[in-house]
């Protein structure tokens, strides 16, 4: 029987979700997901001249203006509000959101905070009123929301891995060459246009529609359960018993707990958390252990809680205040006031008020002098204060430089050194330029990178040179995998391949005919001593340069439009000779280099 035009299109829609109602329903998420992708596909980070920051802030904005036009949305749906007001409030977010990625110092803004902040206020957007009674409809959207995302990544997954597999099959038995980039693409596509865009047209648009309470018949929400039942409730249980036994274990032997225990306990209470929620349908006739964990599982988190804090405060009165720490400290407090909340509420436990009050402790930790970047990078400029004024080399705010003031001691450098490293990483050396002001050589200087700022300064207060810090190294790599055509003419010799390990700078080497010579590594400069004839040094520094462009530019060995051909380095003295460079691949940290292979032929110059 002949298949018409409608019944393709309706056997197509069988298989796959609705995307035209989800970009209907959802036009500007649709739109960020679109263009994100795009500037993926088309390489914007080097059309634009982004550098590496400016690109990750790009997509942290985008990928939150996603989530926040999606709740948005899904709010004005559950308030009937006009598309006017929908589109009004989903800009003027948008608006925000530009100003924070785009001066993230100024706000001492978090994107990765915020951004779990707006994917957990997905699943609440829909019920953010002051009336109860949604327990059952919350959980119903939820379990359907998240399902959703989980088969919308999988699916994509599938996608891409399955395109992927086709081209490379096309390859390998057709011979047919793709772009190097091919695979890249794909998965850029999948993850980044068909999962968000399925997961858009997977949300359910009832926002009434109830679990019931007891025994589970439809087959997902059994499934959880069923897990709640059999593995989490019982792990959990277990753990617990293993973390207050450990807290009894420090009693008695009167130490402090271990610093990691406070991301286990971090991790513990979050997977906890989740537990509840899960258990919220079931927890009436999911047996006696499910009972015993809803009524008291935050009060049974009380104990590890104290630990976590005990942890928490060792590390910070050692190392300061930093963003995992000031986040294992808020996550205590917010356990213990879940466990109050847990005591004064004893029934008609409204679940909302779980992931809501997470969600405003995270929204607020993400930004601001009081947010978890703002707080550490003022605790941890408060202790370099305080380690200098001690040493004598700071006094009402001004660097003291004497020539009695020798080097740190070695536990204070290394201290100083960290504090100056974490507040590079987090551009924040420019509150130290005020300290400097009355320092004749201000590591300040314009044009200063902020590695060169941070050496300056260490050495500066007395952080001995192998203490100082160094930026992170640039890499290259080169290598031609191809014949190339060159002409001899006027080299009387080819001598080669002549390979040098990293680890063995200085060898010696014997070639065809009995001639032998010396190979050597210093710094930049290659040498070649024959014992019967020249000594040839051959400068690499502008090879390497050469190399490293090479790798930022993202050419491929395999790209047949890869304009890399044998690098060609000049003899030092000016006699004609030449090194080819085939292969090389190291490190250079500022002005040293870190050569871990070097293979090369010699070409020599008829005298």
Known sequence: MALSRDSLVGLARSFLPDVGAAVRRFPLAAFIAIVFTALNLFDAKKALGLDSDAWMRLSFALGASFLWTFECALFAESRRWSNGLRFAAALSGIAAIAALHAVPIAFSFQPQLFLVTLAILVGLAPYLSVSSGQNASFWHFNHHLWLGAG????????????????????????????????????????????????????????FSEQVPEGEQEEFTSRAVAVIVKYILVPLLLVYTAILYAYAVKIGIDGAFPKGRVGPMVLGYGLLGTLTVLFAWPSRKVGGPLVTLFWRHWFWLTLGPVALLFLAASKRISQYGVTELRYLVVLAGLWLCAMALWFLVRRS????????????????????????AVGWSVRNQKSELVNLLEASGRMKDGQIILTPETGPLPHDKARRANSILLYLQRHNRLENLKSWFA??????????????????????LIGVPKNLAPLRKPDLFYFAVQRPTLMPLTGFHELIGPVTIIGSKPNITLSAAGGRSMDVGIEKNIVTFRFLSGPELKFNIADTVRKATELRANRHSPDDTNDPRVPLKVPEQNGAGSVMLVVKMRGKVFETDLDLQLLKVWLLLKRN
């Open 438 to 459: 009355n320092v004749q050589d201000s590591p300040f200087a314009e044009g200063a990178a902020q590695y060169q700022i941070t050496r300056k300064i260490a050495r």
């Open 348 to 371: 008609a436990r409204d679940i909302r008020i779980i992931p809501l009050t997470l969600c405003v402790l995270l929204l607020l930790a993400s930004f601001g002098p009081w947010g």
């Open 151 to 206: 088969i919308a990544l999988f699916g994509a997954v599938l996608f891409s891995g399955g395109l992927s597999v086709i081209v490379e099959t096309l390859e390998l038995l057709f011979d047919v060459k793709f772009p190097n980039d091919t695979h890249e693409n794909i998965w850029i596509t999948g993850l980044g246009l068909i999962a968000p865009l399925n997961w858009l047209s997977l949300t359910s648009a009832n």
